[in-house]
């Protein structure tokens, strides 16, 4: 089976960080209060799973992709005929909340991957904050599909 898998990267301490909170929150789960032993296990469960998406070519279906430890978890979804790729850098916004009440928004740049069809319609298959990565990637797609790549990273859109 012929597929192309793309997951984010988790920066090393933030694993480690989540492995903490996962063994602390067992052994809090079995030795103290179930309560807060699920919450902590919970939360290094979610800080060390990824996202991704993933394109069979055999079958020609794509899939949404959350992994943790390595077990993925999507529906398949039959691909549509792709025309290009574009690389887009666009900002994303992240509440904080303390009680229900927003305190602040934190804007970071990201580039995302969006393969178009149908004209205008898109499917964003992969995020980074990495421009390097973010074309590599680009560039594999456009070898397995065989389509353009179009770099809307700058102020002028160019075709590759």
């Known amino acids: 089976m012929k597929t192309i898998t793309y997951l984010q990267d988790i920066l090393p301490m933030k694993k480690v960080l989540a492995i903490v909170l996962l063994v602390l929150g067992i052994a809090i789960f079995f030795f103290n209060n179930t309560f807060v032993g699920i919450f902590l296990s919970l939360m290094g469960i979610n800080m060390i799973s990824t996202e991704g998406s993933e394109i069979n070519l ?3 279906t794509y899939r949404s992709i959350k992994s943790v430890f390595g077990l993925k978890f999507g529906k398949w979804k039959p691909c549509p005929e792709f025309e290009y790729i574009s690389v887009f850098k666009t900002n994303e916004k992240t509440n904080i909340n303390i009680y229900a009440a927003t305190v602040g928004t934190f804007k970071t740049d ?5 393969l178009f069809y149908k004209g205008n319609k898109h499917i964003t298959f992969y995020k980074t904050d990495d421009k390097v990565d973010a074309f590599k990637v680009a560039e594999h797609f456009k070898l397995a599909l065989d389509i353009d790549i179009l770099d809307a990273t700058g102020e002028e859109n160019k075709w590759l």
């Open 58 to 60: 055999e079958n020609k």
């Open 110 to 114: 990201i580039i995302l991957l969006n």
